[in-house]
């Protein structure tokens, strides 16, 4: 069975940092890539960040580039975001995803998904 639970979040102020954990099982990670998706309150999903099954590539929104780095560690199955420089617009529920495919591509659904971790930024 597939497993994703993801870890890290919590409240920060403005300007802060969070790590992000994901833990995974069930699966080959490091056949996969895999994304991270959040959603605001009241709002639809938001694909943030993947990277490929090696960690040789790395894919960002435009909403977080420079800010958010995504890291991998195969040997321990988990996904890592790293969020520096938060805003208030970056409170949401941040979702790990496997993508279906060793690279990610923008147009292949994830097939499995965590239950997500609260980030919320605020004074």
């Known amino acids: 069975e597939v497993q994703l639970v993801e870890s890290g979040g919590g409240l920060v102020q403005p300007g802060g940092s969070l790590r992000l954990s994901c833990a995974a099982s069930?699966?080959?990670?490091?056949?996969?890539?895999m994304s991270w998706v959040r959603q605001a309150p009241g709002t639809g999903l938001e694909w943030v960040s993947a990277i490929k099954w090696n960690g040789g590539s790395t894919y960002y929104a435009e909403s977080i580039k420079g800010r958010f780095t995504v890291s991998r560690d195969n040997a321990k199955s988990t996904l890592y975001l790293q969020m520096n420089s938060l805003k208030s617009e970056d409170t949401a529920v941040y979702y790990c995803?496997?993508?279906?495919?060793?690279?990610?591509?923008?147009?292949?659904?994830?097939?499995?998904w965590g239950k997500g971790t609260l980030v919320t930024v605020s004074s």
């Open positions: 069930g699966f080959t990670f490091d056949d996969y890539a």
């Open positions: 995803a496997k993508d279906r495919r060793s690279d990610y591509y923008s147009d292949s659904p994830m097939d499995y």
